[in-house]
T-cell receptor
């Protein structure tokens, strides 16, 4: 597609539930990033892939967060045993490489109740 | 990556130029200045970036001071659709992640 696609657009989860958020990057984009954006704040880095390799996961807030990109295209961010503090917009971005500008998706708004 | 300082909010009249300042006094010689904006309920959108020369594209102009310690993003004829949060970011061009600060909330008013 023409842009980065994220699904679902909105997700409501009960506390303790596991969730999976999907990102379809622009075709051919090697680099893929996940960001978390709390209400009223700027996006914060979570993790980075180059093709299928996860090169940086330093921003993942706890071991309940897990991301994968097994075939170097679609990526999934999984959050286990969701907590209220996980409520945020999760943004995915992709680029041709580290030296290029990013294209962001519209995000998934996760609300944990 | 160097930290940036931006005003929290600014207003601009529709049709006038919007000048958004950014201070990055600790920028190093090989760090670029990037600008992104985020319209409500959307992901951030790339606007422009530069190293030391002024840059212009179809969206905006970027003016970087000679000492590179500050820059200004110029939207020459602001429209209501330019209402957004504007983020100034400095990073090594070979670096991987963007580090967002709080940004400037620009309100374009009729």
């Amino acid at each position: 597609g023409a842009g980065v696609s994220q699904s679902p657009r909105y997700k409501v989860a009960k506390r303790g539930q596991d969730v999976a958020l999907r990102c379809d990057p622009i075709s051919g984009h090697v680099s893929l990033f996940w960001y978390q954006q709390a209400l009223g704040q700027g996006p914060e880095f979570l993790t980075y892939f180059q093709n299928e390799a996860q090169l940086d996961k330093s921003g993942l807030p706890s071991d309940r967060f897990f991301a994968e990109r097994p075939e170097g295209s679609v990526s999934t961010l999984k959050i286990q045993r969701t907590q209220q503090e996980d409520s945020a917009v999760y943004l995915c971005a992709s680029s041709f490489g580290a030296t290029y500008g990013y294209t962001f998706g519209s995000g998934t708004r996760l609300t944990v109740v | 990556d160097a930290k940036t300082t931006q005003p929290t909010s600014m207003d601009c009249a529709e049709g006038r130029a919007a000048n958004l300042p950014c201070n990055h006094s600790t920028i190093s010689g090989n760090e670029y200045v990037y600008w992104y904006r985020q319209i409500h309920s959307q992901g951030p959108q790339y606007i422009i970036h530069g190293l030391k020369n002024n840059e212009t594209n179809e969206m905006a102009s970027l003016i970087i001071t000679e000492d590179r310690k500050s820059s200004t993003l110029i939207l020459p004829h602001a429209t209501l659709r330019d209402t957004a949060v504007y983020y100034c970011i400095v990073r090594f061009n070979a670096g991987n992640m963007l580090t967002f600060g709080g940004g400037t909330r620009l309100m374009v008013k009729p």
